[in-house]
C-alpha cells in the first residue's frame, strides 16, 4: 500500500473515533444536565450555586452627624460537624467546649455531648449560637477548630442585619421604617433606592434541603453598603420638642398631636414629632399627622384672610369694623366669637390681636361677599401657596383644598367666605400651614421645606439638596411688614399674651376648631393650634403645633401655645446664635405672662388673683374649680364632685386632696411631695369608701 494512503486511513480513523468520543460524551452530558437533572440532584444536595445578596442599608444621619438610624450587623454561628479531620475535631473538642461553656448556659460535658452526636449523624448545620454581636465574633474565631475556618473547621458565620434607631421615637415616623413583609414609611421609603445599595453574587453552599451559607469565610468578604442620608434635623431641638409635645399631650390627654421646627431662611425642617395615643393609652409615634393630615386649621388662617385683604387694597390695619359684642349672623347662620366680649367698635388690627371671628369675617364678607369678588378670593389665597403641596420629601403629603367659587359653585354658600376666613370650609395639613407663616417670618419669600441635605457614598456627595425658593414674594413687602405686626402684637395685646417670655420674643397666631359641627347630636371635640417664629425680629425658626382633641381645656392660647413656648425658650437658651440675636433686641414692654391650668378651692384662687391684680372670670358655683388661662384672664369654672363617685383629684396640692377625698369617707395614702399627678382609683369610679393612693410630685 502506498505510504501516503496509510497515513491518510490512519487520521481518518483517529478522526472518526475522536468524533465518536465527543458525540458520546455530548450525549451524556445533555443526558445528566438535562433529562436526569432532577435524578442527579437528587443525589447530591451539597451543590454551590451563585446566589443574590442584598446589601446593607445606609445610615440616616442628623445636621450635626449624629446618628439616627444605623444599619447593626449581627450573626448567627453554625458549625458543619463534618469539615474538620477526626485527629483535628478529637484534639480541639475539649477546649472548644470549654470555650463554648465560657459564653453560654450550656456546661462543658453538655457541649461535648452536643458536638460528638451531631459528628457522628453528619449534622452540617449545628446551631452554636444567635444574634451574636461583630466584637463576640472575634472571640468564637479563635475557639479550637473554629480558628481553622470555614473550610478547615466547619465554622459557618450567618451574617444579618436590623435596622436601629438610637434615639428611639424621635421623629421615628419622619425617618420611617423598613421592615419585612411591611410598607416603608418615610425617608426610608422616598429615597429608599439610594439607602438600599447595589445587590451583589456571592457563591453560596447548600448544606441541607433549603439551606445555603457562604462558601467562602464571611469575614474575608466586604458587604456592600447603600448610600447615607445626611438630614437637617437638629437632635437637641427635636429632644425639645418630642418631650414638650408628649407631656402636653398626656396633660390634656388629647387624641394626637404634632409639632414642626423650620429653619425661617431655608425651609430646612429642625424637628419634627407625630405623637398620637394607642388603644392601650400610650403615646408614641403612629401617623405622620404633619404631613398627611388634613382639617380645617381655624383662626392660625385668618392671617392668609387679612394679608389678602391688604394686597387687593380692601383693608388696612386701623379699617373700622363692628364686632358686635361677638355674635353676629350672615344669612342663615349665626357666627360667634369665642366668647361675648362686649366690643362694638374697633379695628381690624384689634379683631386680629383678639382672634374675633366676627371681625374678620366682616371684613372679609365686604371686601369678597359678591358674585365677582369670590373668584378673586380664591385666587388671592392661592397665590401665597396655600393651594398647593409643599412638595417635602415624605410620601403621603395631604392635598390641600381651597374652596374655589367656579369648580366647587355646588358647595359655595353665601356664607363661605365669611366662615374660609377664620379656617373652616378649607383644609390643609399643619407643614402647608406652617409653610406659610414661615413666609411671613422670611419677609414673603416661600421656601420649599426640605429634610435631606446631602446623599453621600462613604464620603462622596452623590447628591446635594440646596435650598429652593416655591416663590420669591407672596406679597408686597409693605403688606408683610403689616402682618409682622399683626402676629406680634398677638402675642403682646392679646390672645397668646401668656406667651411674653424674658429669655425671647415670640410672634403668632392662635387658633380653636370645632371638629365635627355638622354632627350637633355628639359632644363638641376641638383642635388647638397655634402657629408662628421666634424672635420676633430677624426669626430664625417657625414653628406649628396643633393638638387634636384635647380634654379640660381646649383653647388655642391654653393647650398648643405653651409647647411653641417651651420649644422656643428651651432651644433659645442652648441656641449661640438665638441668643446673639435675642442680645440685639430692644427689651419687649411689660412682662406679662398667666399662669397654666390648675384645680384647687376657688377662695384660694380669688384671693391671689385679686392679690396679683390678675384678671379673671368666675363662671364656678361650687368651692372647688378649675382654673384655666384664656386670653388675658384666668377663668373660674366649677369642678364636678359626686359623693357616689371618686373625684379626679389630679392637679391639686395634697391638702386640697386629702380633704376632697377624706370628707368623701376614704382613707388616703400619700407618696411624693408637690401636687397630685397619679391617684390609685380610677375617677368616676364607684365610691365604695375603698383606700385611695395618690402620687404627688
Known amino acids: 500500500m502506498d505510504r501516503k494512503k496509510e ?21 451524556r452530558v445533555f443526558l445528566i444536565s438535562v433529562i436526569e437533572k432532577d435524578k442527579w440532584s437528587a443525589k447530591g444536595p451539597n451543590h454551590l450555586k451563585w446566589k443574590t445578596e442584598v446589601a446593607d442599608r445606609g445610615n440616616i444621619y442628623a445636621d450635626d452627624m449624629s446618628l439616627l438610624v444605623a444599619t447593626l ?11 474538620a479531620k477526626d485527629e483535628e475535631f478529637n484534639a480541639g473538642l475539649d477546649s472548644l467546649a470549654t470555650g463554648l461553656a465560657r459564653v453560654s448556659k450550656r456546661s462543658v460535658y453538655e457541649w461535648k455531648n452536643i458536638l460528638i452526636k451531631a ?15 461583630p466584637e463576640m465574633v472575634d472571640y468564637y474565631r479563635l475557639l479550637p477548630i473554629f480558628r481553622k475556618g470555614r473550610l478547615g473547621g466547619g465554622l459557618i458565620l450567618e451574617r444579618k442585619s436590623r435596622r436601629e434607631k438610637p434615639y428611639g421615637q424621635f421623629a421615628a ?11 416603608k414609611v418615610g425617608l426610608e421609603d422616598y429615597f429608599d433606592k439610594f439607602l438600599k445599595g447595589p445587590e451583589q453574587k456571592r457563591l453560596m453552599k447548600e448544606v441541607k434541603a433549603g439551606v445555603w451559607v457562604p462558601w467562602d469565610d464571611l469575614l474575608n468578604h466586604e458587604v456592600k453598603k447603600g448610600n447615607d442620608l445626611y438630614t437637617t434635623i437638629d437632635v437637641q431641638m427635636q429632644d425639645i420638642v418630642h418631650h414638650a409635645l408628649k407631656s402636653n399631650l398626656e396633660k390634656y390627654e388629647a387624641l394626637k398631636g404634632t409639632a414642626i421646627v423650620m429653619e425661617v431662611e431655608t425651609g430646612a425642617i429642625k424637628a419634627i414629632s407625630n405623637i398620637g395615643k394607642t388603644k392601650s393609652g400610650v403615646y408614641t409615634e403612629i401617623r405622620n399627622y404633619a404631613v398627611g393630615e388634613l382639617a380645617e386649621p381655624g383662626s392660625t388662617f385668618k392671617l392668609a384672610a387679612v394679608l389678602a385683604m391688604l394686597e387687593d387694597g380692601y383693608a388696612d390695619l386701623d379699617t373700622k369694623v363692628n364686632l358686635g359684642g361677638g355674635k353676629k349672623r350672615f344669612y342663615d347662620r ?9 366690643i362694638q367698635s374697633s379695628d381690624l388690627k384689634e379683631a386680629f390681636e383678639i382672634s374675633s371671628n366676627v371681625g374678620i369675617a366682616t371684613l372679609a364678607f365686604q371686601s369678597y361677599g359678591d358674585k365677582v369678588k369670590r373668584l378673586q378670593y380664591a385666587e388671592r389665597l392661592r397665590s401665597f401657596g396655600l393651594g398647593e403641596k409643599t412638595g417635602i420629601e ?4 395631604g392635598i390641600p383644598y381651597i374652596k374655589d367659587p ?15 376666613s377664620h379656617g373652616y370650609e378649607l383644609q390643609l395639613t399643619p407643614l402647608q400651614m406652617l409653610n406659610f407663616y414661615n413666609a411671613i417670618a422670611n419677609d414673603g419669600r416661600l421656601m420649599r421645606p426640605y429634610l435631606v441635605s446631602e446623599i453621600r457614598d462613604g464620603r462622596d456627595v452623590v447628591k446635594r439638596f440646596n435650598p429652593r425658593a416655591l416663590k420669591e414674594r407672596i406679597a408686597s413687602p409693605e403688606n408683610i411688614s403689616k402682618a409682622q405686626e399683626l402676629l406680634k402684637g398677638v402675642v403682646i395685646r392679646g390672645t397668646a399674651k401668656n406667651l411674653r417670655s424674658p429669655i425671647v420674643s415670640m410672634a403668632g397666631k392662635t387658633g380653636t376648631t370645632v371638629v365635627g359641627y355638622a354632627d350637633k347630636t ?8 397655634f402657629a408662628g417664629y421666634f424672635p420676633a425680629d430677624n426669626p430664625k425658626y417657625s414653628i406649628m403645633v396643633v393638638v387634636y382633641e384635647p380634654k379640660g381645656s381646649y383653647y388655642g392660647s391654653s393647650v398648643a401655645a405653651p409647647i411653641f413656648k417651651e420649644i422656643a425658650e428651651k432651644y433659645s437658651a442652648i441656641d449661640a446664635d438665638t441668643q446673639r440675636a435675642i442680645a440685639q433686641l430692644e427689651p419687649e414692654e411689660g412682662g406679662f405672662h398667666l399662669p397654666g391650668k390648675e384645680t384647687g378651692h376657688k377662695l384660694d384662687f380669688k384671693t391671689i388673683f385679686n392679690y396679683v391684680h390678675l384678671d379673671y372670670k368666675d363662671k364656678g358655683s361650687s368651692n372647688w374649680v378649675n382654673v384655666d388661662p384664656f386670653e388675658t384672664k384666668m377663668i373660674i369654672d366649677r369642678k364636678k364632685i359626686k359623693v357616689s363617685e371618686v373625684p379626679d383629684v389630679r392637679g391639686m396640692g395634697a391638702r386640697d386632696a386629702m380633704y376632697v377625698l377624706e370628707n368623701l369617707g376614704m382613707k388616703v395614702d400619700i407618696e411624693g411631695v408637690g401636687k397630685v399627678f397619679k391617684q390609685s382609683i380610677t375617677p368616676g369610679t364607684e365610691n365604695s369608701g375603698k383606700p385611695i393612693k395618690i402620687f404627688l410630685h
Do not use: Q
Open 7 to 27: 497515513l491518510l486511513i490512519r487520521a481518518y480513523l483517529i478522526m472518526v473515533f475522536f468524533i465518536i468520543v465527543s458525540c458520546v460524551i455530548i450525549y
Open 173 to 183: 415616623r419622619t425617618l420611617g421604617e423598613d421592615r419585612e413583609n411591611a410598607t
Open 522 to 529: 355628639s359632644p363638641k371635640r376641638y383642635n388647638a393650634s
Open 394 to 397: 415624605i410620601r403621603g403629603e
Open 73 to 83: 450587623p449581627f450573626f448567627d454561628i453554625r458549625m458543619d460537624t463534618r469539615i
Open 119 to 133: 459528628r457522628k449523624k453528619g449534622n452540617g448545620y449545628l446551631r452554636i449560637a444567635s444574634n451574636v454581636s
Open 406 to 420: 367656579v369648580e366647587n359653585k355646588k358647595v359655595w354658600y353665601g356664607t363661605t367666605v365669611p366662615w374660609m
Open 334 to 342: 349665626t357666627m360667634y366669637d369665642s366668647r361675648m366680649h362686649g
